[in-house]
């Protein structure tokens, strides 16, 4: 079993930062990617970005240049520091984890981004 706890949520103005951050526990493989996905109200389910224990990063389009995602390998602890938030970043942002086939997910962060 796969436990992930995220933190970092919050409201913030259009133009500033948070830093989200997903600590994962239990049965974690050796390789493995670890991301966000996003889902605004009435929209979609987004995969936001994504980085393997090998560094390998993947973002939407949306965030290139924004967003970056990190990794502590040590600590089973994963990152996605948003800077230059819009309000359309607006969404509870969930964590997931992927290893073997299977997903494991966060409980899910709430970012609001007002103008």
């Known amino acids: 079993q796969v436990q992930l706890v995220e933190s970092g949520g919050g409201l913030v103005q259009a133009g500033g930062s948070l830093r989200l951050s997903c600590a994962a526990s239990g049965s974690i493989f050796s390789f493995n990617a670890m991301g966000w996905y996003r889902q605004a109200p009435g929209k979609q389910r987004e995969l936001v970005a994504t980085i393997t224990t090998g560094g390998s990063t993947n973002y939407v389009d949306s965030v290139k240049g924004r967003f970056t995602v990190s990794r502590d390998s040590a600590k089973n602890t994963a990152y996605l520091q948003m800077n230059s938030l819009k309000p359309e970043d607006t969404a509870v942002y969930y964590c997931?984890?992927?290893?073997?086939?299977?997903?494991?997910w966060g409980q899910g962060t709430q970012v609001t981004v007002s103008s």
């Open positions: 997931f984890l992927n290893q073997r086939r299977l997903d494991y």
